[in-house]
């Protein structure tokens, strides 16, 4: 009986069948990783620009708090705190550590009124809040401002040249959705909401500073759905505000695309050149073996080592160079010799060109040779061979370098830093204005843009949904741009070999 349960063992290792479970279980994991980050990041970006209500707060101290909720969480507090509370909030909180285990749990308001207030968020414990003394006030109104972010205050009246139009709050709120919503650039001078605010007073905010407006708590599902997509529109093809915290990300999406367009454009012709050069024509031998070693080692270079040297040698050296040879009159203010999107789309290229080379490479010895030597016997060339036979049948391959370049391109950010990639860019690299396509401007990028939202942003907090939204954004268009490349690539396949490789 042991020797049949020995022979088992060994029949099952002999077969493999750990190992296939083994790595299949790692696939499984792999997915789940993957599927549950790009599944979290969709979540949080689709849910960005969905309104909530506005929730009028008055806690037992008599402080009242009225913004958005943002966040909740429970949380420790420190020892002695319930000896620093008043007798009702003491008791309240005593009575919520006994029911959840020692923790509390408070929320994150987004309050707005910086201007007036000095703060964007403020955070509200639970165990302060009386009963009943969360409400939601029916004129509350949120203000996206072109500064100083959002304003959130209750609609008092409509005000012209400091004179009262209008103290009803729902008259005052059809003369703003007339000569706001319905009037045509520019907005009328002199014209303002007059709002009060959580302490009492009342503020005027001037129509021209006000980008969108809107009665959260009075909003049906139909004008939810409205905001939430007048907020993606915005997104999309406005420029950004407010420290890029606010607006839209249009320069930075239209930078990321056409910088990994163009370096697509420049790594892939260079790249299957060489893989050519390299599988079809150069002799084995030291130099060659060198050039690999090379163009491994190539592939193991940190990004921001690509960055360092294509400032040196794109911007300065050759920049530099053409400023003084064409651009003499400007000097010593910078023309080519700077930062911009032709050199940063140089400098991706030469960091993607070991992707490019390798898979093209391998696409090539893919080809049978029994194919090389039938079209050598039907007395083509090797140049014709190469390009009739050779190519056509590796296409897939080749797409499928382009296709790695372009994930690994379009999502670096270190190198862009230092050779064109800026916090705000007004003027796109490719506009209306003869030549029409400028390579030597800055341009915005989305990767720089998340950076830029996430750990330089002065307010941490309020650019928290953008970032998530731009992470979107940028996952959205190397998927597309992926997707686009795997169509070619099965459209080549199934033209001229009919599997792949």
Known sequence: MSRIRANTATALLARGEPMVWLSGGGLVVALLMVAGLVGFVFWQGLTTFWPGPVLQIQTRDGNVVLGEVTRQESFRPEPGMAELQEKSAARALKEELAGGAGRLERRLIRTGNYELTGEHFQWVEQFRIPMGGQTTPPWALVLERTAWGRFYGELVAYVVDDSILSTDSESAWALFRKNHDGAEDPLPEGHALRLRISTGVTHDVPLQDIVRAYAPNQLGLGGKIGVYFGRWFEFLTAEPREANSEGGVWPALFGTVIMTLGMTILVVPFGVMAALYLREYAQGGLMISMVRIAI??????????????????????????????????????????????????????????????VTTEEALAAVPNSMREGSYACGASKWQTIWRVVLPRSLPGIMTGAILAMARGAGEVAPLMLVGAVKLAPELPVDGVFPFVHPERSFMHLGFHIFDLGFQSQNSEAAKPMVFTTTMLLMGIILFLNGAAIYFRSHLTRKFTGSKF
Not at 306 to 328: K, M, P, Q, R
Not at 344 to 357: D, E, G, N, Q
């Open 296 to 357: 491994n080692n190539l592939a193991g270079v940190p990004s921001i080592v690509f960055g360092v040297f294509g400032l040196g040698f794109f911007s300065y050296i050759i920049g530099g160079s053409i400023d003084a040879i064409f651009f003499a009159d400007k000097l010593p203010n910078p023309t080519f010799g700077t930062g911009g999107i032709m050199w940063a789309s140089l400098t991706l290229a030469l960091m993607t060109l070991p992707v490019v080379i």
